[in-house]
């Protein structure tokens, strides 16, 4: 899960402080929040709401961000960072590899915290994409291959075969 998009906040001027979230089912500004908790080690919170007006539940996340990420695309193009976008990409490398979703939000946040804290606001998608080759190249080698044969943009089942070449072998990773 990933944050709320704009659409679901809405300014409540009828004296309550600040932004209300909007429910997503009738869109009501008026929400309760019935519980809270931490997760993701403790960088965000979950909640767990209620529309006041149609009584539907629903949650929602808040993290800590600690600046707006730009992604600089191979063609120039630059739009806002998406955490989710970069935890589907790691899920569908993943899949049926038995690495749990614990394990993929630990990557993600680990590739979050290196970006926010490397100083920079644009950040090229190259440097996104061997981030999160690093971690997966540890974690699961499978995982890894399925991973750069997207972000590589491989076309042919040669370029498998060069990517694999310069894999270490099990003797190598033994020592």
Not at 63 to 79: A, M, T, W
Not at 149 to 163: G, H, L, P, W
Request: hydrophobic letters at 35%; a positive charge.
């Amino acid at each position: 899960m990933g944050p709320v998009p704009a659409a679901a906040l809405a300014y409540n001027p009828a004296g309550m402080r600040g932004w209300t979230m909007r429910c997503p089912f009738c869109g009501y500004a008026e929400s309760q929040v019935k519980d809270s908790r931490p997760v993701d080690d403790g960088t965000a919170i979950r909640r767990r709401r209620q529309c006041q007006g149609c009584g539907a539940r629903f949650t929602t996340f808040e993290r800590v961000q600690l600046r707006e990420l730009v992604v600089i695309k191979k063609d120039g193009r630059r739009q806002p960072f998406d955490r989710d976008k970069l935890a589907r990409s790691i899920r569908i490398a993943t899949r049926k590899r038995g690495i749990s979703d614990e394990q993929i939000d630990r990557i993600v946040a680990g590739i979050v915290r290196k970006l926010e804290t490397s100083g920079e606001h644009e950040i090229p998608s190259r440097q996104i994409g061997e981030l999160a080759m690093e971690s997966l190249a540890s974690l699961d080698e499978v995982a890894y291959v399925r991973f750069a044969s997207v972000y590589r943009d491989f076309a042919r089942a040669r370029d498998f075969e060069e990517f694999i070449r310069h894999l270490p072998s099990e003797r190598e990773e033994e020592r």
